[in-house]
């Protein structure tokens, strides 16, 4: 099949690499000259591990090409999907639908025979209806259906979650479409993956409910953890023993430092407006935004704890900088908001991330970066993990010992066992585990 995909960002980029994967003609368009031109010439914009590759073969085999023009793109193509940004809008929460819209009229005035518009981009309910009316207001004569099929891509796994994904979510009221959309996705019909037909508003809902629900399940995690902090339990154990019931499931209960990147914080905002709009308030996301906000600055507190509860002056070496491993995005990372917090508290930060410095550039200032995590600890109070990198798995911890000026680990995605980092002599610092100091204190006071 011909597709035109209309925007080159994280779903639209993904997407089109993986449709021609799978046999398809694929067009993907953006009016960012220098990204089609960083594109055609096998670059990629976003760091995403395989994609690179992905693209540049596909495009060698002539299924995938790159265009600044989205006219003579839209008029031959049978599927026309529209993969621009839904950012927050400055201010008031929403999601900004202005690209969307744009597209919506830009594809209008090229339709030519029966064609599929597919919104890909995260919307809200009734943004397919607004594209129908758009497409047929400036279009009379068009032939077309409007489809919603959300992504549940995430970063740092998007191709494999896009060829193996959990389900497919195909929202729209038009047999042609369906039918269409069935064709397109065939290829993963033999890997059986669970196709949804529901209504078009259903699949728009379904997408914010699904990234709600992630979020929520973490910030209850979140919420547990500081209660074993203060009972002296291990949320690691707490998190196995509650996800091992198959009704509630193990995955997304890892405690951390709250929440971050370009889709959960941005979401579930949107979704709180729809729900205000709708007049059924969505109160517990509401609780869970708010949660996750101060989580992210309070972290600093911990940092601070370890630190003797005096920061100022001292040297913090944060390693990892990402919102989450193998990507490159600093959006709402809980980096960005510790740091800040720790510099208001008069602490220098040193930072090393394997990938992401050239983005945190943008988003901190102050910071001192390095070219390891060992030259970042070099001289420092306390190292911060803050993202869990796999190359931060296995540090050398009698090495960061020997060039901090004092050991000590803040540990805020458990990486490391509490008793091990003590026993080399570090203060150690995780979430929502017991302090190993304690146990030994309890211990030779029961004796
Ligand atoms: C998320 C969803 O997982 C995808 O299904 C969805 O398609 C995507 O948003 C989107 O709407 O486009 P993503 O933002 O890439 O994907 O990242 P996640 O892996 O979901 O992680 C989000 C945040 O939650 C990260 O900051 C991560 O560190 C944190 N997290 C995740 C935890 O703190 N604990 C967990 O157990 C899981």
């Not at 029966?114 to 919307?123: A, D, E, G, N």
């Not at 709402?332 to 991330?353: C, F, T, W």
Request: charged letters at 25%; proline letters at 4%.
């Amino acid at each position: 099949m011909r597709i035109a995909m209309i925007g080159a960002g994280y779903v639209g980029l993904v997407s089109a690499a993986c449709f021609a994967e799978f046999g398809h003609e694929v067009v993907c368009v953006d009016k960012d000259a220098e990204k089609i031109q960083a594109l055609k010439r096998g670059e990629m914009p976003i760091y995403e591990p395989g994609l690179s590759q992905l693209v540049q073969s596909n495009a060698r085999e002539g299924r995938l090409s790159f265009s600044l023009f989205l006219a003579g793109v839209v008029e031959r193509a049978e599927v026309v999907m529209i993969a621009v940004g839904t950012p927050s809008r400055r201010g008031d929460g929403y999601a900004d639908l202005s690209y969307v819209y744009e597209a919506a009229r830009a594809v209008a005035a090229s339709l030519s025979g029966f064609t599929v518009i597919v919104v890909k981009s995260t919307v809200p309910v009734g943004t397919g209806d607004e594209v129908a009316r758009i497409i047929g207001e400036t279009r009379p004569d068009a032939d077309f259906a409007v489809v919603s099929n959300p992504e549940f891509l995430r970063e740092g796994a998007a191709i494999r979650d896009f060829k193996h994904p959990d389900r497919i979510v195909i929202g729209c009221e038009d047999e042609r479409a369906r039918e269409t959309m069935a064709q397109l996705y065939r290829p993963l019909y033999l890997n059986a993956a669970p196709i949804l037909n529901t209504r078009r508003r259903a699949a728009e809902l379904i997408k914010y409910a699904a990234n709600a629900f992630l979020a929520t399940k973490i910030t209850f995690i979140n919420e547990i953890a500081d209660l074993c902090e203060q009972i002296g339990a291990d949320v690691q154990e707490v998190a196995r023993g509650v996800g091992l019931d198959n009704r509630i499931g193990s995955k997304f209960l890892h405690a951390g430092p709250g929440f971050g990147g370009s889709c959960f914080p941005k979401d579930t905002t949107a979704l709180i407006k729809i729900g205000q709009d709708h007049r059924a308030p969505q109160r517990i996301v509401e609780t869970v935004v708010a949660v996750n906000d101060q989580r992210k600055r309070a972290m600093a507190g911990k940092v601070a704890e370890a630190l003797g509860g005096k920061p100022r002056g001292k040297t913090i070496a944060i390693v990892g900088l990402t919102f989450k491993p193998n990507t490159d995005d600093m959006r709402e990372s809980p980096a960005i908001a510790l740091i800040n917090a720790l510099q208001d508290m008069g602490a220098r930060v040193r930072a090393y991330d394997p990938v992401g410095m050239e983005q945190a550039k943008a988003a901190l200032s102050d910071v001192t970066y390095c070219d390891s995590p060992y030259s970042c600890a070099d001289g420092a109070d306390v190292l911060v993990i803050v993202t869990e990198w796999e190359q931060f798995r296995a540090l050398d911890l009698a090495r960061l010992k020997q060039v901090m000026t004092r050991p000590a680990l803040v540990d805020l995605r458990n990486v490391y066992p509490a008793e091990e980092v003590e026993r080399l002599g570090f203060i150690y610092r995780g979430v929502g585990r017991p302090l190993f100091e304690l146990a030994v204190a309890e211990l030779a006071r029961a004796s």
